[in-house]
């Protein structure tokens, strides 16, 4: 069953839609519009690549791990999206986003961020493009990731505080879109993950797309053929959907870590918030609870559409793990690889070394989303 | 479809009046039942309720205030909808809320809660035209009236079909962004009402930054009327209570008669 297009009402299954106000319609299906056009436009493909190869220094490798490998009885493998431009998957995105805003006649850049890796993928390609950008991060995660919020400043964006509810990425996402709602005409909203109102979801699959091509191929050239299970950690989903979608048709498992306290899948109840209808962590009434997580970058309470679907299908399944459980990933590839992960990677990292059994002797393709580098500071605090 | 919503904005607009619609959050304070009703008094022709939501993504920092409030203080639709259902508002209500709170209590049960209740209609500001289908099915058999938005941002051949589709009134969204009182009336305002008129026969209501009785006055020069909600809720934030909040009805009912 392979990850295919969603339906011309941007479903998934059951799952994704365009639950927006009436006044980003007209913005959504244009960019609907604009995105299939570009997608099919052999010059708008070509310079996308120019980019994530001579910028962003893409194809990015595939890791061996026999250390680690030897620690825990499976033979792991990372596709090291840690080593991109930046520090994680996410410029993939944003670098088709910003593309194509400005093939859409955009000036300005508006996005929501978590951990801010998303926040300074943003802020770097509006710099490389000349765009405006702001940057909604929730107070919280402005505590937190201060060494992101810094980089943003650098590269020339503006980072607004979002100080409403949680204060952290549920509550970036809601200011970002009544943001966008007053300057729709010129702004492009670069949402960062596979959610949100179609055609986010699907669109930032196919721009994430390139991790799961280029990790198919480089499989098959390492182990012959495709891996036995492919492990992400999944915040609303997008490195997930990435690596999941080279694999989808093939008889890999997929596997995707939730944080114990952000699991939206684990509970499986539907709902709509931001632009689409998925798994969302709710109340017996509809509002919105908050997801808890050691990782800003995965403290969500919903998960995008697609995963939904895929849950709902079997042909994906999504493991709670605890934070403890990702200090202890953080530290164990530290120490075995000379890699740190970021803390939303050591998630996978933390299912992979709680299944070893189930794993004993399977190839394991872990998508390794982000460098640690932003996260040493909080660690410092736990770890003492 | 036409129910008690409609009818009473159409019966406002042939006497030659202009239709004044507050927005007031329910479960607000202890008193916001008793300030709807003396609001119904004070000259409003319907009366919108707040289903409060935790993630209100059209709503401005004053209709967020109050909605948490509210939520911190126990409020959920249900609770907000018993002491409806008790009630002699005085004037027809719709409530206002997201997708969500009605998804979650089910399509039809939350249509059937409305409608046991009293209320005669409904807004949902996040499920558009395009995903309205099953809400619309649920509500019409319940004989809810669902009431659509129209944003300045539509194309025209869009504008139509909202048209056809809303109940009670075609919400007209008087500018690009959130709910919040603006300083002055904002030019897209006078521009969706006449390219809404144009299209239908249905009572036109301008909402979103209108928030004097002079910013409803001019705006009512072409639209049917006015939904007024962040200035009545910051009146109930301050404790204006229902005189209060009557009062400011009272000034502009004055100022749409005058
Ligand atoms: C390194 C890294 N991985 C993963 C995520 C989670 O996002 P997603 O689930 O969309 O991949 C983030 C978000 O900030 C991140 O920074």
Not at chain 1, 92 to 115: D, F
Not at chain 1, 265 to 270: C, L, N, T
Not at chain 1, 323 to 349: C, K, M, N, W, Y
Not at chain 2, 235 to 258: S, W
Request: negative net charge.
């Amino acid at each position: 069953m392979a990850m295919t297009d969603p339906s011309s009402s941007g479903r998934f299954g059951d799952f994704g839609g365009m639950f927006v106000p009436e006044t980003l319609v007209p913005a959504c299906q244009e960019l609907d519009k604009a995105f299939r056009e570009a997608w099919a436009d052999e010059a708008f493909r070509a310079e996308l690549h120019r980019l994530l190869t001579d910028y962003a220094g893409r194809p990015s490798p595939v890791t061996v791990c026999d250390n680690l490998s030897e620690e825990l009885g499976c033979q792991v493998l990372l596709k090291r999206e840690d080593l991109n431009h930046t520090g994680s998957h996410k410029i993939n995105n944003v670098l088709g986003q910003a593309l194509l805003a400005k093939r859409m006649g955009k000036t300005k850049l508006v996005a929501e961020t978590g951990a801010g890796q998303h926040g300074v993928a943003t802020a770097t390609a509006a710099a490389l493009f000349g765009m405006d950008c702001v940057v909604y991060m929730g107070t919280v995660d402005i505590e937190r990731q201060k060494l992101n919020v810094f980089r943003m400043k650098l590269l020339g964006a503006e980072v607004r505080a979002a100080e409403s509810g949680s204060q952290t990425l549920k509550d970036a996402v809601n200011e970002a879109m009544r943001h966008w709602v007053a300057v729709v005409e010129s702004t492009h909203y670069c949402l960062g993950s596979v959610m949100g109102p179609h055609p986010y979801p699907w669109m930032v699959r196919e721009f994430h797309r390139v991790i799961g091509d280029e990790a198919r191929a480089q499989c098959q050239a390492l182990l012959g053929g495709v891996p036995d299970v492919v492990v992400a950690c999944v915040g609303g989903g997008s490195n997930a959907a990435g690596i999941f979608s080279g694999f989808a048709d093939t008889d890999a498992l997929l596997v995707g870590a939730e944080p114990a306290g952000g699991a939206a899948v684990g509970r499986a109840v539907p709902g709509i918030v931001h632009g689409s209808f998925s798994y969302l962590m709710q109340d017996e009434w509809g509002q919105v609870l908050e997801a808890e997580s050691i990782s800003a970058g995965l403290d969500y309470p919903g998960i995008g559409p697609e995963h939904a679907h895929l849950a709902a299908i079997g042909r994906a399944r999504y493991e709670p793990v605890t934070d403890a459980e990702v200090i202890e990933a953080f530290q164990l590839l530290s120490r075995t690889e000379g890699i740190i992960p970021a803390l939303e990677s050591a998630h996978g990292l933390a299912w992979i070394s709680r299944a070893r059994e189930e794993l004993a002797g399977k190839t394991v393709l872990l998508n390794l989303s982000g460098r640690g580098d932003k996260d040493v500071g909080q660690m410092m605090d736990i770890l003492g | 479809m036409s129910g008690a919503l409609e009818s009473a904005l159409r019966a406002r607009r042939e006497s030659g009046g202009k239709c004044l619609v507050p927005y007031l959050t329910g479960g607000l304070g202890d008193d916001w039942l008793e300030t709807m009703q003396a609001v119904a008094a004070a000259g409003a022709d319907a009366i919108e309720i707040g289903i409060p939501f935790s993630d209100p993504v059209m709503d401005g920092p004053t209709i967020q205030l109050a909605n948490d409030r509210a939520l911190e203080a126990g409020a959920s639709p249900q609770s907000i909808l018993d002491r409806v259902r008790g009630a002699d508002i005085g004037v027809p209500t719709a409530v206002m809320t997201y997708g969500n709170i009605a998804y979650r209590m089910g399509w039809d049960r939350f249509a059937n809660t409305l409608a046991d209740a009293g209320v005669s209609g409904c807004i949902l500001p996040d499920i558009p035209l395009e995903e309205s289908g099953a809400w619309t099915a649920a509500a019409d058999q319940a004989g809810i009236e669902t009431v659509l938005l129209a944003a300045p941002t539509a194309p025209d051949e869009r504008l139509p079909r909202i048209c056809e589709r809303s109940h009670g009134f075609v919400y007209a969204v008087g500018l690009l962004g959130i709910t919040g009182v603006r300083a002055e009336l904002a030019d897209s305002a006078k521009v969706i009402a006449a390219r809404v008129k144009h299209v239908t026969d249905k009572p036109v209501l301008v909402g979103v930054g209108v928030g004097t009785p002079s910013q409803a006055v001019e705006v009512s020069e072409v639209a049917d009327g006015v939904v007024v909600g962040s200035a009545i809720v910051q009146r109930m934030l301050d404790g204006g209570g229902p005189e209060g909040v009557a009062e400011l009805v009272a000034e502009f009912r004055a100022a749409l008669d005058a």
